[in-house]
Nanobody, 119 residues
Framework: QVQLVESGGGLVQAGGSLRLSCAAS????????MGWFRQAPGKEREYVAQ????????YYANSVKGRFTISRDNAKNTVYLQMNGLKVEDTAVYYC????????????WGQGTQVTVSS
């Protein structure tokens, strides 16, 4: 069982930056592929980024590639999403995810953190 708690969301102007954090409970964090997904109002949840269990491999949606960076600290049971060059269309609730395969979310989800980008 893994519990995930996101933080770091907020309101930012277009072009700005935010860093999301996701703290995980449990001793098996380092064995999980971790990811971030997002859901905008009226839209389905979509894939943003994932990172392999050892942190070596990262994967991104085309819409965020070159602007967002996913990283993890297995000693702290935490995964991060650094978001630069934010756009209005990045506005969404961002969810942390654990236990998935590349491109597919796993069974563990956080409660979400709101990111709002103003023009």
């Amino acid at each position: 069982q893994v519990q995930l708690v996101e933080s770091g969301g907020g309101l930012v102007q277009a072009g700005g930056s935010l860093r999301l954090s996701c703290a995980a409970s449990g001793r098996t964090f380092s064995s999980y592929t971790m990811g971030w997904f997002r859901q905008a109002p009226g839209k389905e949840r979509e894939y943003v980024a994932q990172i392999s269990s050892n942190g070596i491999s990262t994967y991104y949606a085309n819409s965020v590639k070159g602007r967002f960076t996913i990283s993890r600290d297995n000693a702290k049971n935490t995964v991060y999403l650094q978001m630069n060059g934010l756009k209005v269309e990045d506005t969404a609730v961002y969810y942390c995810n654990a236990g998935g395969r590349i491109g597919v979310g796993g069974e563990y989800w956080g409660q979400g953190t709101q990111v709002t980008v103003s023009s």
